[in-house]
């Protein structure tokens, strides 16, 4: 009978350990895994960024927020849904703790619609779920999204981009209706969704 070696470094592993090279290699293998899937990942984000058009801002569009009510773009007169001359929509909106002034908005269904949003105050989120509608609004900044709703219905836009105490409560809704519908409105009810 052999003799059994006293050191147990030397004794031969116990059944299911794995040798110390065995392991060592296999760490090396998911290295190099994770190491191409690290880069893979960034040439995709490079690659979108910049062909695709994939930016954080809708838009770089620079606006003064201090003075958003006196004039320009986004004096009172001008929010909620306008007609262009083209048959699109544009609505525009400002978004203020806590809510989106005009607070509700009413736009025509299988139409181009281009949302321009700024903020009065700090940043908020405007969100229309199911849709491609997602974006920051920045003080400062005009942010821009173009969307088309395919169906008629409610949609609710809540902020996302937590903004305070009353964040919570900071959300409202589009409501999409029939073209005919839309047409027969005025422009005050454009703005403004009665019993919301
Ligand atoms: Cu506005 Cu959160």
Redesign the pocket.
């Known amino acids: 009978m052999a003799e059994q070696p006293t050191s147990p470094m030397l004794l031969p592993l116990a059944d299911g350990i794995v040798p110390q090279e065995v392991v060592a290699r296999t760490e090396k293998r998911w290295l190099t895994a994770m190491t191409v899937v690290l880069i893979l990942m960034m040439v995709v984000v490079v690659l979108t960024s910049t062909v695709g058009a994939l930016h954080p801002a809708s838009n770089v569009e620079v606006i003064q927020p201090l003075t958003l009510h006196l004039g320009g773009e986004f004096a009172e007169s001008n929010l909620g849904t306008a007609i262009e001359p083209d048959g699109s929509a544009t609505v525009r909106l400002i978004?203020e703790?806590?809510d989106f002034v005009p607070h509700c908005v009413q736009v025509p269904v299988q139409t181009p619609v281009k949302f321009r949003l700024t903020s009065a105050d700090v940043v908020?989120?405007f969100l229309l779920p199911n849709t491609n509608v997602n974006t920051m609004v920045v003080p400062g900044f005009v942010a821009e999204v173009r969307t088309q709703f395919r169906q008629v219905g409610e949609y609710n836009m809540p902020?996302h981009?937590?903004?305070g105490l009353g964040?919570h409560g900071?959300w409202t809704h589009v409501i999409v209706v029939d073209r005919d519908v839309f047409a027969g409105l005025g422009p005050f009810e454009r703005t403004r969704c009665g019993h919301k």
Do not use: N, T, V
Request: aromatic content about 18%.
């Open positions: 978004a703790q806590y908020h989120g902020c981009e937590f903004c964040h900071m």
